[in-house]
């Protein structure tokens, strides 16, 4: 089984970007994991957030194949404990899910298109949490459902 985590753009907090590649590095003992950034042109001038959200929402999906499982970071999505989320994971990985990829959008959320697309949706928290932060986060939660699964201390 593989993990990506889709993203919007780089992130360009120093401090954000180190404990991300600690998690990465940490998870990758425990699974394929791949990191894919796509960035939306720097001139590139929105007339409206929809429009915004469409035009990520297609950069989103051309990253796509038709057996992908697609999990929404989303506000709108279930929110799980650590060891809810692990059982989850867990049960991706026996149904044989090949690809699990993770998204985050933009600061707008996602277009309706990619709403349809998703086969899951999670949110992390009841609070705003900057699209930053949440990639730092979320890769946390990823690593920790791992050494839950493995029964490691890491998660007391």
């Known amino acids: 089984m593989k993990f990506t985590l889709l993203l919007i753009n780089k992130s360009k907090e120093d401090y954000l970007n180190i404990g991300f590649k600690e998690y990465e590095s940490r998870l990758k ?3 394929k994991f791949e990191t894919v950034v796509f960035e939306l042109p720097k001139k590139l001038k929105f007339p409206s957030q929809y429009a915004q ?6 950069l989103l999906l051309n990253q796509l194949s ?3 499982f697609l999990v929404l970071l989303d506000e709108r999505g279930s929110y799980l404990s650590s060891e809810k989320f692990a059982n989850q994971v867990q049960k991706w ?3 044989g899910m090949s690809n699990i990829i993770f998204v985050i959008g933009g600061p707008f959320g996602f277009s ?3 709403y349809k697309r998703a086969n899951y949706q999670l949110g992390l928290s009841k609070m705003t949490l900057t699209h930053q932060m949440v990639r730092l986060f979320f890769l946390e939660q990823l690593y920790r ?3 839950i699964i493995k029964g490691e201390k ?3």
Not at 53 to 58: A, D, H, N, R
């Open 53 to 58: 959200k469409v035009e990520e929402g297609k």
């Open 29 to 31: 003992h425990y699974a």
């Open 112 to 114: 309706e298109e990619v």
């Open 93 to 95: 990985q026996n149904a």
């Open 154 to 156: 890491y998660h007391h």
């Open 145 to 147: 459902a791992h050494t």
């Open 66 to 68: 038709s057996c992908d």
